[in-house]
């Protein structure tokens, strides 16, 4: 399969700094995309979704970016807070019948205090 | 209830045995799948049911059966595993048809093989 999503392991931000995670994706046929969060020990968590009809989505301190030119996505979370800390995965659907998500290989955000 | 419940959280077994994984779920959800995520990596989908059919295998070996006895039951019953299938196995739900929602993942069954 095709991959998705930029080798980016570690992001460290201050506390109440904005933060900006990236991700790339290959399929251009994907049209749906969704960001999770992952704390240690649990299943991922939705965070924000987009279509490929728009180019930005909003949420409360989160927005996500789409540059299909590019095929570029980006989720921007706005003065970041210790439970901000996780893994940020991008995920894509790849196309064919039904939901199919592909996930990029994740972010590890660090909130420094 | 927006929740997704898979039992047991935590299973240790020998290649030998024989044992299954449970998901639960009760939004109405007609599309549920496995997956499987190793430390530090992202999940890799597994399989996938829709209308309690199987719509995808992503080439994963017999040892490994799922099984969806209802819309709000998915079982993967493990056969004979390696080490090196040990891992976090997610399972998730959501509606069936492209582009319709995200997917609500559970906490995780743990499985360490010896």
Known sequence: ?113 | DTEVTQTPKHLVMGMTNKKSLKCEQHMGHRAMYWYKQKAKKPPELMFVYSYEKLSINESVPSRFSPECPNSSLLNLHLHALQPEDSALYLCASSLADRNTGELFFGEGSRLTVL
């Open chain 1, 1 to 113: 399969g095709e991959s998705v999503g930029l080798h980016l392991p570690t992001l460290s931000v201050q506390e109440g700094d904005n933060s900006i995670i990236n991700c790339a994706y290959s399929n251009s046929a994907s049209d749906y995309f969704i960001w999770y969060k992952q704390e240690s020990g649990k299943g991922p968590q939705f965070i924000i979704d987009i279509r490929s009809n728009m180019d930005k989505r909003q949420g409360q301190r989160v927005t996500v970016l789409l540059n299909k030119t590019v095929k570029h996505l980006s989720l921007q979370i706005a003065a970041t807070q210790p439970g901000d800390s996780a893994v940020y995965f991008c995920a894509e659907n790849v196309g064919g019948y039904g939901q199919n998500f592909v996930f990029g290989p994740g972010t590890r955000l660090s909130v420094l205090p």
